[in-house]
């Protein structure tokens, strides 16, 4: 495992702790998208759940249950702990409109024709749009609070990191994963005029 994945999870973990701290602390989850969170614990689970059938590393296991954990805590106190200072009214995006593409895609797109392998496509496809939920919402109230805009900055950089994962391990391995490495530059375009918006402001 090189350095770049190690980073890219820290970041990608760093930036659920940053976002369970802010509900916690203000005891409110607004400005925080409940959709883009549901959609975030749907690809963990979809993605994972080869916990129940392949061992990999103890770092592995761990890393994916803290995922799953910490997903279903945040979409807990959104929707049921703190619901009250949800803001339904401004998080309005029609998941359908990622759901059924992506569930077509995912069984006209993938590597072989199997359960697992067709939720794990699935997982990675929606990935790559499942923060647009929080994007739209922040362009249609036009704030951010600062911790979820550091929130963000955290799952770009993820995802920029992966990126810099998947060079090195084209070049170390020889290894390209078609699926994601494309799912991944899509994800990481979304977060260009973010990242632009951050940086100068």
Not at 61 to 80: G, N
Not at 138 to 164: C, D, P, Q
Request: net charge neutral; charged share 15%; hydrophobic share 50%.
């Amino acid at each position: 495992m090189n350095v770049f994945r190690i980073l890219g999870d820290v970041s990608h973990l760093l930036a659920i702790i940053i976002l369970l701290l802010k509900i916690v602390k203000s005891q409110s989850c607004a400005g925080i998208s409940g959709k883009s969170q549901i959609l975030f614990a749907l690809v963990f689970t979809t993605r994972y759940l080869d916990l129940f059938t392949t061992f990999i590393s103890v770092y592995n296991t761990v890393m994916k249950v803290v995922f799953l954990i910490c997903a279903y805590v945040t979409v807990y106190m959104i929707y049921v702990k703190f619901r009250k200072t949800f803001d339904s009214e401004n998080d309005s995006f029609r998941l359908e409109f990622l759901l059924v593409p992506v569930i077509g895609l995912s069984f006209l797109e993938n590597y072989s024709f199997t359960p697992l392998e067709i939720l794990w496509t699935f997982s990675i496809y929606l990935e790559s749009v499942a923060i647009l939920p929080q994007l739209f919402m922040i362009s249609k109230t036009g704030e951010a609070e600062t911790i979820t805009t550091h929130y963000l900055f955290f799952l770009g950089l993820y995802r920029a990191l992966y990126i810099a994962n998947w060079v090195w391990r084209y070049y170390t391995e020889s290894f390209y994963d078609q699926i994601a490495v494309v799912s991944g530059v899509v994800q990481t375009i979304f977060y260009c005029d973010f990242f632009y918006l951050y940086v100068t402001k």
